[in-house]
């Protein structure tokens, strides 16, 4: 995690979130992940470290639990996300040529985010919009019946 | 325990309210398959394998997470549930490596077990979805190895991790079929919270963590194992010896779940830290020094070269010219030997050992106050004390296993604790007090705890009474001893003080614990005295998990203070001033003995400066490491006029010597050791010494028969016998009775079955005694020129002078050198950062060591381990005496600090 050598983190939100959660019990495990991640974007070490100092809550429960379920992410994430379908509408509409595509517009592979933090790249099982296959999706905007040439303009709307 | 009856595999059978099915089938010879269970481990059914068909219900149970309940009728192996186990185990082979021929574990793996006995056939051995080792949180790692592919997701080692150690290092990564075992963050092992002790290795059902050191030397199913006891501290854990036939060599250490004082569990340096055993560095053959260089001899001319020194200076300078130090690292029937060869072949009382250094102030107080000084409770007693009051023990790091007892207490018991220690300790997360008193300051707190109870009616008026005397003198000694007088002398808040006071004598059964935090200082007896009158104020002694309990340092120290050891009593403590108990001993040994107390640790150092103590015979000590203000100490060593050190390695303090005898460690003989808890052990024999090495009570007898005291023995266990004969607390004791599971004294005859906790009903001096004891201040106190409080003390990792961890692999990539802890303020103010080079000194000398910068001392005060030959924390401390024990104040001395990086690098 480059990212987390930068500058230290403030952990000003951490310890709110934490106090809101006092006397926090393993039932508050999701919950707080979730609003660190809310806060910082991503779970970083460092917080992670924190919120076990301030709640007792164990770092390698915190991590077994964030690395279990898809939502979490343990590093810094780009400014914009897409998800790039792989279901099975999807896979036989072209979806492969797709991902394809945007490896080579943005350089990177798949759990990978741009060198200018500007995108992050997942593909997901299915998106549940198959009538619109292949599909991606920008952070909260869908794309259907995508064509290999019309990634460059979409990923162009987001700056 | 009431008793519950059901029914397995048409069998009736009666168990303990509260097993499991599976804890009641194995209790009763049926095996019922399984590999997620470990007895120390709350159950989680995730393996499936020990399904079992209960009646009137539809779907199978696993047994492992099923209480027994009267008339339940239970099946354990109908031709369903074998299908279904088939199944389970050939799921579990299409991610498993099957390459049992290659594997470590061969013969000792749970699953190969099984395959076996469920008829799993060949196709099911496939090569497991990922075939090559891959990296992973132990690559580099010194200590273990993980292997995915010998996985099966089990989460035994992360539970262990989790309930029993309570480091929380291990978890689970990723889910389906990308699970894994990893720290957080992936971070490599020795950067996590772990904290070696290889309880995960010791849970893991198949060959997926391994010894890296055994991987390759032996497979378990060729191993022989011989059961024995830690050479290290005072718990006594009972660990298995895995040697291989092939080269004799030590392949790994196992202890076996379930045996006792430690079910199975082990720390770092029991589980990583025999390598010393078979080391290149160990002594072979007898060496004497010539011209300054050692040369090598026979053992006869060895023998005679001491013999006829050590009578030259006898008949010159009187058997009070020589000393002898004997050793809490070697058997109770070497103890009893030395001390036996000095008393009654030199003649003359001049014997002591390291316990000097250590519990010399416990024995000494104890003994005042109730008549013995010991443990007066068993270790596994802590799990159920309501309150466990730890002062100056740092349990987790010097009594690893001990400390497991009070973390379950807390965690899994609710009990309370009071943590009460300078330093920001590991248990003080266990804690609901923390009391940070300034260093030497535990009188004033501990009176004002009394203070507390007294005012607040909280004494046992009924104990005090019946059990007791000398109340009145403690009453008036803490009137004045309030919790605002004693804030301003130890830093502790009153109202902290008040409350662990109340919390204490509130608690039903309340134990205290403690160690050298408590003892090295020149008011060691008094802080002994001290809690003493803590326990019995509030009626907190001679019953089940409430006491007194101080944990000894080393593996056998109790047993050398035991066995006379000690220059003031005999074996048993029977003081040699009793002219009825000396006259005993001489008819045992036949020779006149003298009646003057003899010399101790420190004292003979002095008289050697003096020029009274002309020669000294070392057992197995390192004085010239271990002892306070080390530049006077090997001053002394080298000036005196002839030295012996027996040895299994060329000690900081052999190199001194005139003549050197190598002996036999620990794994190379037999003999007993008594741990903490009183309970005598055997040690047994697993690999022959090296060389012409030789146990250390033969090497004694020889040199005595030489000067003319003949002793001969046909082994140790003749010499246990002797002991039994001398001894009252040991007269019950010889090696058939403790065969299989260790006696604690007192065991006065054949058949009794020793004493679990001690004072029950009685002291042993009749009545408890209560002792005024005023507050006193350290020897030292800051200055302007020195302003810091240094104390000393030790690490999880390390071991005294550390000749036998540091010679560990896995232990020296985990801790590689000494260091000083410093406030991260203190840092600021004297600008040194974390890993600096820090020269640390006080008035009697320095040492250039790494600062290690942080929050776990407070302002004004540091700390550093003794274990580091390069930065020996000895050559500052102060070797100032507690006048009753004449133990040495390790713990407070007043000190300076300065960075020295620029002047290196100059």
């Not at chain 2, 199975?264 to 055993?277: A, H, I």
Request: charged letters at 25%; proline letters at 5%; a negative charge.
């Amino acid at each position: 995690m480059p990212s987390d050598k930068d500058a230290p983190l403030d952990t000003a939100a951490a310890t709110e979130i934490c106090e809101a959660f006092k006397p926090a019990t393993s039932d508050d495990l999701i919950p707080i992940l979730q609003k660190i991640q809310d806060a910082y974007g991503y779970l970083p070490a460092e917080i992670i470290a924190e919120v076990s100092r301030r709640t007792g809550l164990q770092v390698s429960q915190m991590y077994g639990v964030a690395t279990f379920y898809e939502q979490f992410h343990l590093e810094r994430q780009g400014r914009y996300t897409i998800k790039c379908c792989r279901g099975t509408a999807c896979h036989v509409k072209g979806g492969r040529d797709i991902i394809n595509a945007i490896k080579r517009e943005l350089k990177v592979e798949p759990g990978e985010t741009t060198g200018d933090m500007r995108f992050t790249f997942e593909t997901v099982a299915c998106l549940g919009t198959c009538f619109l296959a292949p599909v991606v999706m920008v952070e909260n905007d869908y794309y259907g019946h995508v064509t290999t040439k019309s990634i460059k303009s979409i990923l162009s709307r987001y700056t | 325990m009431s008793q519950v009856r059901l029914t397995i595999d048409d069998r009736e059978i009666v168990a303990e309210r509260g097993q499991t099915v599976l804890e009641a089938a194995l209790a009763n010879g049926i095996d019922i398959p399984n590999l997620c269970y470990d007895p120390r481990l709350s159950p989680s059914g995730s393996c499936r394998l020990c399904l079992v068909e209960v009646e009137g219900q539809a779907p199978l149970q696993t047994s492992c997470a099923l209480e027994i309940r009267d008339g339940l009728v239970v099946k354990t192996d109908t031709e369903e549930i074998r299908q279904i186990r088939q199944t389970i185990l050939e799921l579990l082979f299409a991610e498993h490596k099957g390459h049992c021929t290659t594997c470590d574990e061969n013969g000792q793996c749970k699953l190969q077990e099984y395959a076996y006995e469920y008829g799993l056939g060949e196709d099911a051995f496939a090569e497991a979805t990922r075939a090559k080792p891959i990296d992973n949180y132990t690559t580099g790692n010194l200590a273990m190895e993980y292997d995915p592919g010998k996985c099966i997701r089990c989460g035994r080692c992360v539970r262990i991790c989790d309930e029993v150690q309570m480091a929380h290092a291990l978890t689970f990564r990723d889910r389906a079929a990308e699970v894994e075992v990893s720290t957080a963050f992936d971070v490599p092992l020795n950067e996590s919270t772990c904290v070696l002790c290889g309880q995960c290795i010791s849970t893991c059902p198949t060959g997926a963590l391994y010894e890296r050191s055994a991987k390759g030397q032996g497979q378990a199913k060729d191993l022989v194992r011989t059961r024995t006891t830690c050479p290290y501290c005072g718990v006594g854990c009972q660990i298995d010896l895995n040697v291989s036939p092939k080269t004799g060599r030590i392949v790994r250490a196992t202890s076996e779940v379930g045996c006792i004082p430690n079910d199975g569990n082990l720390c770092v340096k029991g589980r990583f830290g025999m390598e010393f055993v078979g080391h290149p560095d160990r002594l072979t053959s007898p060496l004497i020094k010539r011209n300054g260089k050692f040369e090598k001899v026979t053992w006869q001319e060895a023998i005679r070269t001491v013999a006829e020194r050590l009578n030259k200076i006898k008949a010159e300078s009187g058997p009070d010219s020589i000393a002898g130090l004997s050793s809490a690292k070697c058997t109770n029937e070497e103890n009893y030997i030395l001390q036996k060869f000095i008393r009654a072949a030199i003649g003359t009382n001049n014997v002591d050992h390291c316990a000097r250094l250590c519990h010399a102030s416990t024995v000494a107080g104890l003994a005042r106050a109730f008549g013995s000084g010991a443990m007066t409770n068993s270790n596994e007693e802590l799990k159920d004390a309501r309150c466990i009051f730890v002062i100056g023990s740092n349990t987790t790091e010097a009594h690893p296993v001990i400390a497991l007892a009070i973390k379950e207490a807390v965690v899994k018991n609710a009990a309370t604790l009071i943590v009460a220690d300078p330093r920001d300790i590991e248990l003080v997360r266990y804690a609901k007090l923390h009391l940070q008193q300034r260093p030497g300051t535990d009188v004033a707190l501990i009176n004002a705890m009394l203070h507390v109870i007294i005012s607040e009616s909280l004494p046992d008026k009924d104990f005090i009474r019946e059990r007791t005397e000398g109340f009145e003198l403690v009453v008036e000694a803490v009137k004045d001893s309030t919790p605002e007088k004693a804030e301003k002398i130890t830093g502790v808040p009153a109202e902290a003080i008040r409350e662990a006071a109340r919390t204490y004598a509130q608690a039903e059964t309340a134990s205290i614990v403690f160690s050298m935090g408590i003892t090295q200082h020149t008011t060691g007896t008094d802080n002994v005295l001290s809690l003493a009158n803590l326990a019995m104020l509030t009626g907190n002694v001679g019953k089940e998990s409430a006491g007194v309990n101080p944990l000894r340092g080393q593996n056998n120290v109790q047993g050398a203070c035991d066995l006379g050891a000690l220059p003031n009593v005999y074996p048993g403590y029977q003081k040699i001033e009793d002219a009825a108990i000396r006259a005993k001993f001489e008819k045992a040994w036949g020779t006149k003995l003298a009646d003057k107390t003899g010399l101790t640790i420190v004292e003979m150092i002095h008289a050697v400066e003096q020029g009274a103590v002309k020669a000294l015979y070392l057992m197995g000590e390192n004085p010239a490491l271990s002892d306070p203000n080390l530049n006077r100490t090997r001053k002394a060593l080298e000036d005196v006029e002839f030295l012996v050190s027996q040895d299994i390695f060329l000690s900081e303090t052999a190199q001194y010597a005139d003549v050197v005898l190598p002996t036999a460690c620990f794994a190379e003989k037999e003999g007993t050791f008594t741990n903490t808890e009183r309970r005598v052990q055997r040690v047994r024999k697993a690999v022959e010494p090296p060389g012409e090495a030789r146990d250390d009570w033969q090497i004694v007898c020889d040199v005595s028969t030489a000067m003319g005291y003949p002793m001969q023995y046909d082994g140790a266990d003749k010499i246990m016998d002797e002991i039994a004969s001398v001894t009252p607390i040991y007269g019950g004791m010889s090696y058939d009775r403790i065969e299989s599971v260790g006696l604690q004294w007192p065991c006065p005859y054949k058949d009794h079955p020793g004493t679990k906790f001690l004072h029950k009903g009685k002291f042993t001096r009749g009545k408890g005694k209560f002792h005024a004891v005023p507050f006193r201040e350290p020897a030292e106190t800051p200055s302007k020129k020195y302003p810091l409080i240094l104390s000393t003390g030790r690490q999880l990792y390390q071991y005294h002078t550390g000749t036998l961890t540091r010679r560990s692999r896995a232990i020296d990539q985990k801790s590689p050198t000494g260091y000083v802890e410093i406030n991260r303020r203190d840092a600021e103010k004297y600008a040194i950062e974390n890993g600096d080079s820090v020269e640390v000194s006080t008035v009697r000398g320095k040492v250039v060591t790494q600062a290690v910068v942080g929050d776990r001392v407070p302002q004004g005060r540091i700390f550093m381990p003794f274990h580091f030959a390069e930065g020996p924390a000895n050559i500052l401390t102060n070797d100032a005496l507690d006048p009753i024990a004449k133990i040495p104040e390790l713990k407070v001395c007043a000190a300076a600090i300065k960075n020295v990086k620029s002047e290196l690098v100059g």
